[in-house]
């Protein structure tokens, strides 16, 4: 028993040194970040307490230290794909944005092989990760439907109340913005009984409200009144400018923009 | 499609509720598919976007009947439905729609090399990606034999 657990112990250390070996061309950061001196400990007390709200430069300096960790209970949740997000999410360059969501897949990846999938957070951040690489390619997309598909029902199976209903919110929009059925997973009903679930279980997230309209006035065939998009709208965007949103504020701005900018050029073709 | 044994042949779904994405283009219905020997006007009309919906609400038996294509029809063993249905009425061979051209807004030049940028495309190695993922083998010129019959339905239907 002794020598097996000794195996065991020597093969895991040489799967996660060859991670290192085989190291993907990541994004640097500045090498005059300063970054603190981290310990496991103090990488395991921050998974709290970094998020959206975080500086960059403190998000960048955790995920360097996540990069080197061999400890398994870190590896194996959804911090570090977490934090990739996060960077990603507010980098404006699109090589570095999907290079940065492709290793926050890589390490969810790597969270799943070493026991993390009963962690909803691994498969929902693998799936959030993996959506960000793929969306400005669409035979990249579409070729990973159905992964994201998976992974967002077991976040949603697992913990559906993750990131203010982030697995319902971010499925149901895949389900809305997919080919529809017979071409592809694409499916009004189950966007619409998603978001609705994201708006009611959450109703302070402000996209939760944005995915809700977007999906209401795509809904063209259930007779859905003007007045109940600009409702939902209306709600998602006092919700944004009202709440401490950090980092993502300036980004999902942009999609309550978008957005209104095709609900307006609608509204007026109509008249 | 119908719920199955509910009606035998389209005179008996005269008054009910139809859906389908393809009545978006209820003409074309009207000529080509049912080949002018049906009055839309004698169905109610249920128009779709999502012809899951469509088949779901004939499940349910909110709707009477569902008009699919043969792509959607092909799809039909990837659902689960709660009731089994079946065909009443399957049109002649229609041929693919293809890729057309406004001939008053195109050259005979354009439409040309459009043409022969297309046909190019699925043994082109960036194209062949295109073509797998959509699942088309190739582009092909149209033989307008196979149209004609088409062409005449139109024209001579109401």
């Known amino acids: ?271 | 499609m119908v719920q199955k044994d509910k009606y035998q042949n389209l005179d008996q779904l005269k008054g009910k509720a139809v859906g389908g994405t393809v009545l978006e283009e209820p003409s074309f219905i009207s000529k080509i598919v049912l080949a002018g020997k049906y009055d839309l006007a004698g169905f109610n009309l249920k128009p779709s976007n999502q012809a899951i919906r469509a088949l779901r609400s004939l499940d349910k038996g909110e709707l009477d009947a569902v008009i699919l294509n043969e792509q959607q029809f092909n799809g039909l063993a990837s659902l689960q439905m709660s009731k089994p249905l079946e065909a009443i009425f399957t049109s002649e061979q229609i041929p693919l729609m293809g890729v057309v051209a406004n001939s008053k807004t195109t050259t005979t030049e354009e439409r040309l090399r459009f043409g022969q940028a297309l046909e190019g495309m699925c043994a082109d190695s960036e194209g062949k990606k295109l073509c797998d993922l959509f699942g088309v083998e190739a582009f092909a010129s149209v033989d307008t034999a196979v149209f004609e019959p088409m062409i005449k339905l139109w024209t001579d239907g109401k």
């Open chain 1, 1 to 271: 028993m002794n020598k097996l657990r000794l195996f065991f112990t020597i093969s895991l250390l040489v799967f996660l040194n060859s991670c290192a070996l085989f190291q993907k061309d990541y994004v640097q950061f500045d090498e005059t970040l300063n970054c603190p001196e981290q310990t496991t400990a103090n990488l395991l007390a921050a998974q709290n307490q970094l998020g959206y709200l975080s500086k960059t430069d403190t998000l960048a300096c955790a995920l360097t230290a996540l990069r080197k960790t061999e400890d398994v209970t870190l590896r194996r949740s959804a911090f570090a794909s977490r934090l990739c997000l996060h960077l990603a999410e507010r980098e404006t360059d699109q090589n570095k944005r999907e290079k940065l969501a492709d290793e926050g897949v890589g390490f969810a990846e790597t969270a799943l092989k070493l026991g993390g999938t009963g962690d909803g957070g691994v498969h929902y951040y693998l799936a959030a990760n993996l959506g960000l690489e793929v969306r400005e390619h669409i035979t990249l997309a579409i070729n990973n439907l159905a992964r994201l598909e998976d992974e967002l029902k077991q976040a949603v199976a697992l913990s559906p109340d993750l990131d203010d209903s982030g697995p319902l919110r971010v499925l149901g929009m895949l389900y809305l913005k997919a080919p529809a059925w017979p071409n592809g997973i694409g499916d009004r009903d189950k966007a619409l009984d998603l978001l609705v679930r994201a708006v009611n279980n959450h109703p302070k997230h402000p996209l939760n409200h944005l995915f809700y309209a977007q999906a209401l006035w795509d809904d063209e065939g259930n007779e859905v009144t003007v007045s109940r998009v600009k409702a939902e709208f209306a709600i998602g965007e006092k919700l944004l400018a009202e709440g401490n949103w950090g980092y993502n504020k300036e980004v999902w701005k942009k999609e309550f923009d978008e957005f209104a900018k095709e609900f307006g050029q609608s509204e007026s073709l109509d008249k």
